[in-house]
């Protein structure tokens, strides 16, 4: 936990995360919404996070923008690759909208406000940036791409099954191919050049039980118990042919 704090702090310090302000909003049934307001002011910039709703995005702690539409103002925020409402402010109203679950009503809490930090909720939306988490949550659904790429990946696996002798299943670290990158990249020309080098080099997946391709800054490879996990880059299909074959002997 030590070390995740200290990463938060240095991500908090490399963007220059500021916060003015925090509010807290409950409602009724225990829900709890925290909004913090960053610096600039004028950016309308604004961290949200969820509590109590009984959803899989409690404790999620996601950045969006505040907007004024002449009735009020809403609190968006991107989920699906759309922009969200979190939470609209209509007069003295404030209606909070969480993907999954019916709407509620929320108030702003003061009590709650003058217990909340800004600084945990800052900190635990950089550790879910970090994560993937918030990469889940935003990004939207690319079924028919998906479909392609674990289709590939399939066929891949036949061939290393009949080379090697070993039966490895093939995934994909979803979360990481963010809507750049699925609607720009051959995904599987990227990964695949984890299946071929392993086609190659039986001995190394003897005992390997998944391979998995996720997508990162840098080319890189872990080994896990059972699992190799391959980070491919826009280049890895170029790159990671030799990349790998220095590291898979």
Known sequence: MLLL?????????????????????????GQSIEVVTLAPREASEVVLRLQGTDSEQDGLSVRGKARTTGRGIDFVVRHRGADWVLLSQRAGDVDAFVP????FRVKFN????????????????????????LTAFEKKAWPFLEKKYTARAAEAMAALRKACG???????????FDDEVMAELDV???CAPLA??????????????????????ALSLERGTGALIFTTTQGGAAEGPSFLEARLQ
């Open 188 to 190: 599987w020309a990227a």
């Open 110 to 133: 003061q009590e709650a406000t003058d217990k909340a930090s800004a600084a945990e909720v800052i900190s635990a939306h950089l550790l879910q940036r970090e994560s993937g988490r």
């Open 166 to 176: 070993t039966s490895p299943t093939f995934t994909f670290d979803w979360k990481t």
């Open 100 to 103: 999954g679950k019916p709407s």
């Open 5 to 29: 704090l200290l990463f938060a702090q240095a991500a908090m310090a490399e963007e220059s995360l500021e916060s003015l302000a925090i509010k807290v909003y409950r409602g009724t049934d």
């Open 196 to 217: 071929t080098r392993a086609r190659a080099r039986c001995a190394t997946v003897k005992d390997v039980t998944v391979l998995t391709c996720r997508f990162g800054p």
